[in-house]
């Protein structure tokens, strides 16, 4: 049966798709994005389809679920995520495909305890750093199973992936195949050849990089911001601290493209549901956003920054800043 692994290529949508592999073997593995999902699932005429760790933004859904619907009707498809995703549409979902959402944990947790029983136990830890890597470790699975093994060992290796990948040697997707297929043969990300000298390039270019956003990073009401810094790779250590830098609730690294601006939003409070503001805001300014509580990131039209940072300072006032 021909398959296809439909995931994304950040630390938790590679650690998902090497699980996948792991269970399905003879598989491509194919990359994606929420802005570009839809068109590369079009693209796809298998016998059955694996999809992980993609967001489906909001503007999209009804053409997506249309998509899917017919191509059940010919595949297999099995859908692991952990992105919101409103009631009816999961439903929806869960009426059509093999349906496997659940907002508290990494789509790398959710699909290794959907197939526990058909691969290696080992395979638990990539389950274990894609939720180290999408801050999701702290589901009561993930927890208990960091208790069998050497936990500096199993942090060590998944920072080899999150900050490995950020370096240019790693930052097409060949490479990224190349993690994923290392990991769903049973070897770790520090077998990967270059990877763990790529991770500390990576610690270096992260100092250099604070000392960048503190010099370049502004502030309007509770939002931190910086612009353009040439360190593309880390958008979101330079939205953390543009959030640190000018003791803000909220940091958004921001990137002008051709036809609009690509901002990438981290906060150090955790009180915050990032993927909310993200999508309250963008839409409120004509452009889309998303994400996880921790960890989003917004399209919005070139000449609506401004208008983008009033929305976010409006909407945070409903968050109170905890008491010190």
Same mark, same amino acid.
């Given at each position: ?6 995931t994304h ?6 650690c998902a798709?090497?699980?996948a592999?792991s269970?399905?073997?003879r ?6 994005k929420?802005v570009s999902?839809?068109?590369d699932? @079009?693209?796809?005429d298998? @016998?059955?389809?694996?999809?992980t ?15 899917l619907?017919g ?19 999961k439903k929806k979902? /869960? ?10 944990a990494?789509?790398s ?7 526990q029983?058909e691969i290696?136990k080992e ?9 180290i *890597?999408d ?14 093994w050497?936990?500096r060992?199993?942090?060590?290796e998944?920072?080899a ?9 790693f930052d097409?997707?060949?490479?990224k195949?190349l993690i994923?297929r290392t990991?769903?043969n049973?070897? @770790? ?7 763990? $000298? ?5 610690v ?10 503190k ?9 931190g911001?910086? $612009?353009?810094v040439?360190?593309f790779g ?6 953390l ?9 909220? *940091? ?8 609009h601006?690509?901002i990438t939003?981290r ?8 993927n909310?503001?993200? /999508? ?7 452009g ?10 917004a ?7 401004? @208008?983008?940072?009033? /929305?976010?300072n409006?909407?945070?006032?409903n968050?109170p800043?905890a008491?010190?």
């Amino acid at each position: 049966m021909k398959t296809v692994i439909l995931t994304h290529s950040d630390s938790d949508g590679i650690c998902a798709g090497a699980i996948a592999l792991s269970k399905f073997p003879r598989s491509e593995v194919f990359f994606t994005k929420p802005v570009s999902f839809y068109d590369d699932l @079009n693209s796809k005429d298998v @016998n059955r389809i694996v999809i992980t760790d993609i967001a489906i933004p909001r503007r999209d859904i009804s053409d997506v679920l249309k998509l899917l619907e017919g191509k059940s009707e010919k595949s297999e498809i099995l859908y692991f995520d952990h992105h919101p995703l409103p009631h009816k549409v999961k439903k929806k979902l /869960e009426d059509m495909l093999r349906v496997y959402v659940n907002g508290n944990a990494s789509a790398s947790e959710l699909i290794y305890r959907n197939f526990q029983k058909e691969i290696p136990k080992e395979r638990v830890w990539i389950a274990i750093y894609g939720a180290i *890597g999408d801050y999701s470790q702290h589901t009561e699975f993930v927890e208990e199973r960091i208790k069998s093994w050497d936990a500096r060992a199993l942090y060590f290796e998944a920072s080899a992936i999150v900050l490995g990948i950020k370096d240019s040697k790693f930052d097409d997707y060949d490479s990224k195949r190349l993690i994923v297929r290392t990991l769903a043969n049973g070897n @770790n990300p520090s077998d990967v050849p270059g990877l763990v $000298k790529a991770a500390k390039r990576v610690v270096n270019e992260e100092f250099d990089l604070y000392d960048m956003v503190k010099k370049h990073a502004k502030k309007s009401g509770d939002v931190g911001f910086v $612009k353009d810094v040439h360190f593309f790779g880390f958008r979101g250590p330079s939205a953390l601290f543009s959030a640190t830098v000018t003791d803000s609730r909220i *940091g958004l690294a921001v990137y002008l493209r051709r036809n609009h601006l690509d901002i990438t939003m981290r906060s150090r409070d955790y009180s915050i549901p990032l993927n909310h503001l993200a /999508e309250e805001a963008g839409e409120k300014v004509g452009g889309s956003g998303g994400g996880h509580p921790q960890a989003s990131g917004a399209r919005i039209p070139l000449n609506k920054f401004n @208008n983008f940072l009033r /929305e976010l300072n409006s909407l945070l006032k409903n968050y109170p800043k905890a008491r010190s």
